[in-house]
């Protein structure tokens, strides 16, 4: 019985019923491949919404920083507060006003975390762009705590 042989023995190769599946199935996947690629163009060529409104001015991005840095601030977010800040410092004209003042918000957030060898390198900044703003007493109140911690200084 081990060496009947089938009844039917396929002698054509595959049904057309295969075939036609077969057939219809590569005719999707290339059409499939076809509108992806397709989609993948249309996409890289579109100009970004940024290009077409054309670029942002500096002070634009001035305004939001600072925006948002005080708004950190008033949220008791100082560290983050300070990234926004010094954005600003580095967006601003050479001894500039606004660049002093963005050096001395600096400065008092890092004398507020505690940090006040940071604070001084931001109040001397402030110091040069400006030499007006009162920031004489925060200076010595950060140099009397270096002083108080690290004595011999």
Not at 32 to 40: Q, R, Y
Not at 98 to 107: E, I, L, S
Not at 128 to 150: E, F, G, N
Request: proline share 5%; charged share 20%.
């Amino acid at each position: 019985m081990a060496n009947e042989s089938p009844d039917i023995i396929p002698t054509e190769g595959v049904s057309k019923k295969l075939k036609v599946f077969v057939l219809i199935l590569t005719a999707v996947t290339l059409a499939a491949f076809v509108a992806l690629f397709t989609k993948l163009i249309a996409k890289s060529s579109i100009p970004k919404k940024t290009e077409i409104e054309g670029p942002v001015s500096s002070l634009d991005l001035i305004a939001e920083y600072h925006a948002v840095g005080t708004r950190l601030t008033n949220a008791g977010l100082a560290e983050q507060a300070i990234d926004q800040f010094i954005k600003v410092w580095e967006l601003q004209k050479v001894q500039s006003n606004d660049r002093a003042k963005a050096a001395q918000t600096v400065g008092e957030l890092y004398a507020k975390l505690g940090n006040c060898e940071e604070a001084l390198l931001w109040f001397f900044r402030a110091e040069v762009s400006d030499s007006t703003l009162p920031i004489q007493p925060m200076i010595d109140s950060c140099l009397a705590k270096i002083r108080s911690t690290h004595p011999g200084q």
